[in-house]
């Protein structure tokens, strides 16, 4: 892969981790604009969820971030 910034080649693969209350450790995005339940949270039922892969450029350090649909 090549870096969108900085056009170097060879990215390293990771994942944006997500350390917060009841998390299963790493990031998802949801489709749909961000709706709060009654107590704050994200409503998420009905959604569709994807896994967030992050690929980050040694030399810039620039982060490109990829949605993989879940099984």
Known sequence: MKCGQCGNVGLEPG???DAGEHSRGYARWVEGALQRGPLGGAR???RAK???????????????LFARQQV
């Open 15 to 17: 994942f944006i981790e």
């Open 44 to 46: 998420r039922m009905g």
């Open 50 to 64: 994807w896994q967030v892969d992050a690929h980050r450029c040694p030399a810039c350090g620039h982060l490109e």
